[in-house]
């Protein structure tokens, strides 16, 4: 327990340039095998796609993620634990500390992520006024997809704003920001306009840090693999072979053998 990553210790490697080591789980399995490898896990709510199959992340519950964070944190001695608030959970003040008290006294996460710029430093000021951690999540809003008709990487013409999003998110309290599906130019300006750590995901090499969904670089998720996301193991089809000779083994009667009877 006393090698715990901490805030303190983020802050550091940013300063330090070393880089930081994110990846999604959603459960105690997944969470004890990345623990020994990297600093961050974050019980993001792509859950709601990959595991509960809807089609975005919309209808993720608060109750859902905090079972799950539960669950995640249970086996996250080392790495930071990060809760991702769900969609409709922040949207005023009083919603967002009563959400967010409700995370910390239940989940066992480190900190929040909320999705937002400007038009969220208020809810972050009083979060953090009320010693709650919250990391930011600027460029592509995944919770805004419906309202966007899309999921729409951000250029040139965004870059003034997605900097003033950082900054006033920086100064309202964020301990660190999420930067997604950015050009790689607006990351680099985020990252060094600010004290606290960035990580990117579909952002380019410029970030303090770097995020993956655990199942799509594991794999494993078909519906759709974005450019960004490079696949370290041939997840689905592994995982297939083996049910596939488990199957026929049953099939066949060669399995269970004498060594798994009793
Ligand atoms: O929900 C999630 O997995 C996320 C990552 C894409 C950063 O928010």
């Not at 070393?18 to 792509?46: P, Q, R």
């Not at 996250?76 to 959400?99: E, H, I, Q, W």
Request: with cysteine; net charge negative; hydrophobic share 45%.
């Amino acid at each position: 327990m006393n090698n715990k990553i901490t805030l303190k210790k983020l802050l550091r490697m940013k300063q330090e340039s070393e880089k930081i080591v994110m990846i999604t789980a959603y459960d105690a399995l997944f969470a004890s095998i990345f623990n020994d490898y990297v600093d961050i896990i974050l019980v993001g709510d792509s859950l709601n796609m990959s595991f509960a199959g809807e089609n975005d992340t919309l209808t993720a519950t608060l109750e859902q993620m905090i079972y799950h964070t539960k669950a995640v944190a249970k086996r996250s001695n080392r790495s930071f634990v990060l809760f991702d608030m769900p969609f409709g959970t922040y949207c005023t003040v009083d919603k967002a500390l009563a959400s967010a008290i409700k995370v910390y006294q239940e989940s066992g996460a480190d900190a929040i992520k909320l999705e937002g710029g400007v038009e969220k430093a208020q809810i972050v000021r009083a979060l953090t006024q009320n010693s709650i951690a919250v990391f930011g999540h600027i460029g592509l809003q995944p919770q805004k997809v419906r309202l966007e008709g899309g999921y729409s990487i951000k250029g040139t013409n965004d870059k003034e704003r997605i900097v003033a999003d950082a900054l006033a998110l920086q100064e309202a309290g964020a301990v660190a920001l999420i930067i997604e599906g950015v050009k790689p130019d607006i990351a680099k300006a985020v990252t060094e306009a600010l004290d606290i750590p960035t990580i990117g995901i579909g952002a380019g090499i410029n970030c303090d840090g770097q995020v993956l969904v655990w199942s799509d670089m594991l794999g494993l998720y078909d519906a759709f693999t974005p450019k960004f996301v490079k696949t370290y193991l041939k997840g689905r089809e592994l995982i297939g072979k083996a049910i596939e000779e488990y199957a026929t083994d049953v099939k066949s009667s060669k399995f269970p053998a004498l060594e798994h009877t009793y």
